[in-house]
């Protein structure tokens, strides 16, 4: 295992975690909500809905296909590098957006998330070739960890400017995310040639998708590991894009309580992801992803009955836990899963997996809360089944680790 390339692999963990703190989670989706659409009856959730769905769409549709063109056209480096440009230049953009400048910000969202997201299937596609099978858990914790440690500073760098010079956020998350993603652009393993060219690849790929999409099908395991994947990281993605919005409409934060409420998130799931790093490698994935599921569900089931704030501080924290380590171990699973020479488009069905099923979540959020008036309590159960859904789909994937001993 070579310690500079897992270095250069984490650091971009470090680098792009400050867009999911600050872009999805904890500040943009506020101030996308009560600024640029300023209403409180339900709309404002339903466009930004709408724009976490749309963008998970393009994602889920392309990725699989991308990945394919990547493995066969050797461009997975290239792929990563012009996605992350896409997300940078998008986000520095949203310094132009003003009160009532929906369908701007809107585009603008959905760009930048587009970028971000098919960016990280390449990113974990790095995975198994920089970390052998028995070291995979710990890696993948590692990356985590020092994501959440990224998306915390993150979050720091952008407190003071938050309420009144709220422009100049979009462009230190650009800066931030480009200064930290550098090291992996040079440091990580270059495309290794292959017979094809980057546009034969893609002629392969337009003409024998049916071919791709058999590939994962005949993998039974890994076919049966994504669907429950598909149900549990609906539920943890939506909680991750309506979490800024719940914390101010539902529980009365302000901007900057939401920022702090998320700081302390965002170390709890440090905490988590490096805790039971360890644990995966040990006891496989599945027995972790089992219990953290059960935590997520008590989780859901919790948030519809507090009131207070200080007990929703507390929800929080156990929900950091789960977050950090729910996305390491699916992500060791997965990679344990998956043949070599074809983890690009593995990953790619991984991200077709998270993201189709991120259209459902969101919009499922969005329609409960605008049918109950403005009310999200409802919309925390239908989350809650989607946990559930998940726990009990995964029980039907032994896990690689324990079959191994």
Same mark, same amino acid.
């Given at each position: 295992?070579?310690?500079?390339?897992?270095?250069?692999?984490?650091?971009?963990?470090?680098?792009?975690? @400050?867009?999911?703190?600050? +872009?999805?989670?904890?500040?943009?989706? @506020?101030?996308?909500?009560?600024?640029?659409?300023?209403?409180?009856?339900?709309?404002?959730?339903?466009?930004?809905?709408?724009?976490?769905?749309?963008?998970?769409?393009?994602?889920?549709?392309?990725?699989?296909?991308?990945?394919?063109?990547?493995?066969?056209?050797?461009?997975?480096?290239?792929?990563?590098?012009?996605?992350?440009?896409?997300?940078?230049?998008?986000?520095? +953009?949203?310094?132009?957006?003003?009160?009532?400048?929906?369908?701007?910000?809107?585009?603008?969202?959905?760009?930048?998330?587009?970028?971000?997201?098919?960016?990280?299937?390449?990113?974990?596609?790095?995975?198994?070739?920089?970390?052998?099978?028995?070291?995979?858990?710990?890696?993948?914790?590692?990356?985590?960890?020092?994501?959440?440690?990224?998306?915390?500073?993150?979050?720091? +760098?952008?407190?003071?400017?938050?309420?009144?010079?709220? &422009?100049?956020?979009?462009?230190?998350?650009?800066?931030?995310?480009? +200064?930290?993603?550098?090291?992996?652009?040079?440091?990580?393993?270059?495309?290794? *040639?292959?017979?094809?060219?980057?546009?034969?690849?893609?002629?392969?790929?337009?003409?024998?998708?049916?071919?791709?999409?058999? &590939?994962?099908?005949?993998?039974?395991?890994?076919?049966?590991?994504?669907?429950?994947?598909?149900?549990?990281?609906?539920?943890?993605?939506?909680?991750?894009?309506?979490?800024?919005?719940?914390?101010?409409?539902?529980?009365?934060?302000?901007?900057?309580?939401?920022?702090?409420?998320?700081?302390?998130?965002?170390?709890?799931?440090?905490?988590?992801?490096?805790?039971?790093?360890?644990?995966?490698?040990?006891?496989?994935?599945?027995?972790?992803?089992?219990?953290?599921?059960?935590?997520?569900?008590?989780?859901?089931?919790?948030?519809?009955?507090?009131?207070?704030?200080?007990?929703?501080?507390?929800?929080?924290?156990?929900?950091?836990?789960?977050?950090?380590?729910?996305?390491?171990?699916?992500?060791?699973?997965?990679?344990?899963?998956?043949?070599?020479?074809?983890?690009?488009?593995?990953?790619?069905?991984?991200?077709?997996?998270?993201?189709?099923?991120?259209?459902?979540? *969101?919009?499922?959020?969005?329609?409960?809360?605008?049918?109950?008036?403005?009310?999200?309590?409802?919309?925390?159960?239908?989350?809650?089944?989607?946990?559930?859904?998940?726990?009990?789909?995964?029980?039907?994937?032994?896990?690689?680790?324990?079959?191994?001993?």
């Amino acid at each position: 295992m070579n310690n500079k390339h897992v270095g250069a692999w984490a650091l971009f963990d470090f680098a792009n975690s @400050v867009y999911p703190a600050v +872009m999805t989670t904890a500040v943009f989706p @506020v101030f996308y909500v009560n600024v640029v659409i300023g209403d409180d009856g339900g709309l404002g959730e339903l466009w930004w809905s709408r724009a976490v769905s749309l963008s998970a769409l393009v994602v889920a549709v392309s990725s699989p296909l991308l990945g394919a063109v990547a493995d066969r056209g050797g461009a997975r480096k290239r792929f990563m590098l012009g996605y992350t440009a896409v997300c940078l230049i998008a986000v520095a +953009m949203m310094s132009t957006l003003d009160q009532g400048m929906v369908v701007q910000g809107f585009l603008l969202f959905v760009v930048a998330n587009i970028g971000f997201e098919s960016a990280l299937v390449f990113y974990n596609a790095y995975l198994p070739d920089i970390a052998p099978p028995e070291k995979q858990g710990w890696v993948s914790g590692l990356g985590f960890g020092v994501g959440y440690l990224g998306s915390a500073l993150g979050l720091l +760098m952008v407190i003071p400017f938050a309420t009144d010079r709220i &422009e100049l956020v979009w462009l230190m998350v650009s800066g931030f995310f480009l +200064m930290f993603a550098l090291p992996a652009f040079v440091v990580l393993p270059k495309d290794a *040639p292959t017979e094809m060219t980057i546009g034969q690849a893609a002629r392969w790929g337009l003409t024998s998708f049916r071919e791709i999409v058999g &590939e994962v099908w005949a993998l039974t395991d890994l076919r049966n590991f994504l669907l429950a994947f598909f149900f549990y990281i609906d539920g943890v993605l939506t909680i991750i894009v309506m979490a800024g919005v719940v914390a101010t409409e539902t529980f009365g934060f302000d901007q900057q309580g939401t920022i702090i409420l998320f700081l302390i998130v965002q170390f709890s799931a440090l905490i988590g992801a490096f805790s039971l790093a360890g644990p995966t490698d040990r006891l496989g994935p599945k027995k972790v992803l089992n219990g953290v599921l059960v935590l997520w569900i008590s989780v859901g089931i919790a948030a519809y009955f507090i009131q207070s704030q200080a007990l929703f501080y507390a929800m929080a924290v156990l929900a950091g836990l789960g977050l950090g380590s729910v996305q390491s171990a699916s992500r060791a699973f997965l990679s344990s899963l998956i043949p070599d020479g074809k983890e690009a488009r593995m990953f790619g069905f991984y991200a077709l997996c998270g993201k189709s099923s991120s259209v459902l979540g *969101p919009m499922l959020f969005g329609y409960v809360t605008l049918f109950a008036g403005g009310n999200q309590r409802p919309a925390f159960l239908a989350l809650t089944g989607l946990f559930l859904l998940g726990l009990v789909l995964l029980q039907r994937v032994p896990d690689p680790r324990a079959v191994s001993r």
